[in-house]
């Protein structure tokens, strides 16, 4: 199997807003393992970008000390490999924001591709999704902390991806798993 060559894909993970247990719309908090799993599997699987998505300046900067320590710091010089994954983290404060980065980067705006376990009647599968990356247009897929995306990212999103699956009705996978296992089907190539 091998990695797609020549897509545009570039991964987000959202802070805000995303929902809670009790389905509030909520801001939360950066974790140091999102940021490392994440930002592995994106450098595995060859996304062209992970951005930390938080409007709260004390989530900023402690995400941006986290990376400024494995890819300026002492954590980059004791584990190179880790620098390398970490080096692709953009952290922002809105996915406006992001949208207007990729834009300026690429001369045109992501497709926003938003991610979800519950199922939805207009999601897209991920073949069809595989194909749409091929075009090299930039893709932004984005995934919810906390119980994932608000509702208002997934409506206002050009594409839902369908979820991973569910097993007798269980689908609360962290978003680690969730997005090594969305990475892996969308960017290898299988015989």
Same mark, same amino acid.
């Given at each position: ?31 140091? /393992? ?11 699987? @060859? ?7 938080? #409007? ?16 300026? @710091? *002492?954590?980059?010089?004791?584990? *190179?490999?880790?620098?390398?994954? /970490? ?33 939805? *009647?207009?999601?897209?599968?991920? %073949? %069809?999704?595989?194909?749409? /990356? ?9 995934? @919810? ?5 608000? #509702? ?8 839902? /991806? ?6 007798? @009705? ?20 299988? #015989?």
């Amino acid at each position: 199997m091998k990695t797609l060559s020549g897509v545009n894909l570039h991964v987000a993970l959202i802070h805000y807003p995303v929902v809670n247990k009790n389905g509030e719309t909520v801001a939360s908090a950066v974790t140091n /393992l999102d940021l490392h799993d994440i930002a592995r599997a994106a450098r595995t699987f @060859g996304a062209r970008a992970l951005y930390v998505i938080t #409007p709260l300046d004390d989530q900023r900067e402690l995400a941006e000390k986290i990376v400024r320590h494995w890819t300026s @710091g *002492p954590g980059g010089v004791h584990n *190179p490999k880790r620098r390398e994954a /970490l080096e692709l983290i953009r952290v922002t404060t809105s996915l406006e924001e992001t949208q207007s980065h990729i834009a300026g980067e690429y001369g045109r705006p992501p497709v926003i591709v938003a991610t979800c376990a519950r199922r939805y *009647p207009k999601s897209v599968a991920f %073949t %069809t999704l595989e194909e749409r /990356l091929q075009t090299g247009t930039p893709h932004l897929l984005i995934f @919810g902390t906390a119980w994932g995306l608000a #509702p208002e990212l997934i409506s206002a999103s050009d594409i839902l /991806l369908e979820p991973i699956g569910d097993h007798e @009705g269980y689908n609360h996978l962290s978003v680690r798993c969730a997005a090594a296992i969305v990475l892996d089907r969308l960017m290898m190539r299988r #015989p």
